[in-house]
């Protein structure tokens, strides 16, 4: 239950948390939360200050309401987050009695501003800054947060030591105000748009790939929750749009994860889900997002009306910028996905600035907001946990944020296409950056570098492979790994002398090799031939004696035998990207 409407969070009253300035007029939200501090004396200066000292506290619970509450012998303003007072006291209306003030506690300086809530916007995502002030806060926006439980489509784990995968769906599900005229009648909410954010393992950068709607794959069978709490298995199909694999045959999130995972091979950690409202009340929040039309835009579907240059969009105008695709490139929902990519970077420079994180009564509208529209899995349906997953993202620079599409071509299949498939040739070469967490923002810095190591790597004389020995364990999740990596290194490469020592004690992540220093020609040899990174390389410190082997435990990044460890040094030629730090204006 919420703090609004059962009490006190933590023993701390959220609209204790929200004060009057005297200067301005407005209540601000008080960034130094501590339980030390007295929030009676608070109250109490608050009222030295305006002279209404005593007078019964009124309003609505929800700040941005655009109403005043009005007490019985004068109006006040509304306090955000304010919750009513269950005593007789004051149903009886009468005035609270000053509580003497306690010894104000020093302010815990390191967690000033640390605070982060992540959440997803319809077709977007955006990291939005709030303060510790509003963690108090936590209960209220707790109440808000719907869940979906996804079984094992994703991890139990807020967040990984390794890289992570977040899948934001937006919904074309008519529900809300205003919200009759988008998506199709009746839907249940199809996966109208979809971003798989990836999430490096050093948290340096993240990558969002956008997956079209009308990509025509195989959905893989799935199990997802009935109404009635009962679980159903689905089958897959064939050959159907990537759109039905949420709200079609009683699909749910959990079977859209599962189908970007058989497209990608990149298991999505978390989902979140949203619908038209999300937009409408994100963009409100944050004062409306900056745009750049390259063009006058006067669409008659969408009726959106945008002038030449820049300007701010917000609520509705926002929604239907993001709806519309007559008015920009051919008219195809790869060039709405552009239009959506730019505004969802200017979105989150928006909610990364100064204006939006030193403003708390901003902040406190817009984590409202972002939680009231957010659908998750049970792994985060929690502030707590969101904030936690927030804090781990929120480490990535906005610069390195890169927005792309997956390539696709045109489905074959149909004499006038209508719809894509996945590009042979660039979609795996962009899949296998992903999966081995090779930067699209550092690639030429990454690529300079591991020819460097690989160099250095394999300077030196290598061994005859007829003089390898080396014992090969399965630490990765490919069943069997061990015994095929052998028949391939015996059968293709000549090392006769390699052994299947089959699973190792632990699942590892990356490949290792470890070796003696007197068995360096034989790691350069076999490095050479698997395609070893430098960091997969462990010499020792004593050298081996007789016969003694090597030992390679295949880890996570294993794609296979003869294929090589490492990933492209590039991303496929012809994929279009923008970085979130950069205004583009739509053509």
Do not use: C
């Given at each position: 239950m919420d703090a609004h409407s059962r009490g006190r969070a933590d023993d701390i009253d959220p609209a204790d948390q929200w004060v009057l300035n005297p200067h301005t007029g407005n209540y601000e939200l008080r960034l130094d939360h501590s339980a030390g501090e007295s929030s009676s004396s608070a109250r109490t200066a608050t009222a030295e200050e305006t002279g209404r000292r005593g007078e019964p506290r009124t309003g609505s619970s929800r700040e941005g309401s655009g109403r005043r509450g009005a007490a019985a012998d004068g109006a006040r303003r509304e306090v955000p987050g304010q919750r009513s007072r269950r005593s007789s006291q004051a149903a009886r209306g009468a005035a609270e009695p000053p509580t003497p003030g306690r010894r104000k506690r020093k302010p815990q300086k390191s967690r000033k501003k640390k605070a982060l809530l992540w959440t997803g916007g319809v077709m977007a995502f955006v990291v939005v800054g709030t303060s510790v002030g509003a963690y108090a806060l936590y209960q209220k926006f707790n109440g808000n947060i719907d869940s979906i439980d996804v079984g094992d489509a994703g991890s139990k784990n807020v967040v990984t030591d390794g890289p992570m995968n977040i899948l934001v769906i937006g919904t074309d599900k008519r529900t809300g105000k205003g919200n009759e005229g988008y998506g199709d009648k009746g839907s249940t909410g199809h996966a109208d748009t979809n971003i798989l954010f990836h999430v490096s393992e050093d948290r340096t950068n993240a990558t969002a790939m956008s997956i079209p709607r009308d990509l025509v794959t195989d959905i893989p069978e799935c199990e997802a929750k009935k109404s009635d709490g009962t679980s159903a298995v689905i089958p897959g199909t064939p050959n159907e749009r990537f759109n039905t694999s949420l709200g079609q045959n009683g699909r749910d999130p959990g079977c859209t994860m599962k189908t970007v995972e058989n497209i990608t091979g990149l298991k999505p950690d978390h989902f979140m889900m949203v619908d038209f409202n999300a937009v409408k009340e994100l963009t409100t929040a944050v004062g409306g997002v900056e745009v750049c039309m390259s063009k006058p835009v006067d669409d008659p579907k969408s009726h959106l009306v945008l002038p030449q240059g820049k300007s701010k969009v917000q609520g509705e105008k926002a929604l239907a910028l993001l709806r519309t695709r007559d008015s920009f490139g051919n008219r195809s929902d790869l060039d709405r996905i552009k239009v959506q990519q730019q505004f969802l970077g200017s979105m989150i420079r928006e909610m990364k600035s100064s204006d939006t994180l030193t403003n708390p009564k901003k902040l406190y509208k817009l984590a409202d907001a972002a939680t009231n529209a957010l659908t998750v899995d049970s792994a985060i349906a929690d502030a707590k946990k969101l904030m936690t997953l927030a804090q781990e993202i929120s480490k990535v620079d906005t610069k390195n944020i890169t927005f792309l599409t997956m390539p696709v071509i045109d489905n074959p299949a149909e004499p006038k296409p209508v719809t894509v498939v996945v590009d042979p040739v660039k979609g795996e070469q962009l899949f296998a950056m992903m999966r081995?967490?090779?930067?699209?923002?550092?690639?030429?810095?990454?690529?300079?570098?591991?020819?460097?190591?690989?160099?250095?790597?394999?300077?030196?004389?290598?061994?005859?492979?007829?003089?390898?020995?080396?014992?090969?364990?399965?630490?990765?999740?490919?069943?069997?790994?061990?015994?095929?990596?052998?028949?391939?290194?015996?059968?293709?490469?000549?090392?006769?002398?390699?052994?299947?020592?089959?699973?190792?004690?632990?699942?590892?992540?990356?490949?290792?090799?470890?070796?003696?220093?007197?068995?360096?020609?034989?790691?350069?040899?076999?490095?050479?031939?698997?395609?070893?990174?430098?960091?997969?390389?462990?010499?020792?410190?004593?050298?081996?004696?007789?016969?003694?082997?090597?030992?390679?435990?295949?880890?996570?990044?294993?794609?296979?035998?003869?294929?090589?460890?490492?990933?492209?040094?590039?991303?496929?030629?012809?994929?279009?990207q923008a970085s979130a730090d950069k205004a583009v204006c739509a053509k």
């Open positions: 081995s967490d090779t930067s699209l923002t550092e690639v030429k810095q990454k690529e300079k570098d591991a020819k460097g190591k690989q160099a250095a790597l394999l300077k030196g004389p290598k061994a005859d492979p007829a003089d390898v020995r080396v014992d090969v364990l399965n630490g990765g999740g490919i069943p069997g790994a061990a015994g095929s990596t052998v028949t391939w290194l015996q059968n293709e490469q000549g090392v006769l002398k390699s052994t299947n020592k089959a699973n190792a004690p632990e699942k590892i992540k990356k490949t290792t090799l470890e070796y003696a220093p007197n068995q360096a020609d034989q790691a350069r040899a076999l490095a050479e031939m698997m395609g070893l990174p430098a960091t997969a390389m462990k010499q020792g410190t004593a050298d081996a004696e007789g016969l003694e082997a090597m030992v390679l435990t295949l880890g996570a990044d294993f794609k296979g035998a003869g294929q090589l460890i490492t990933g492209p040094a590039k991303a496929p030629e012809g994929v279009e």
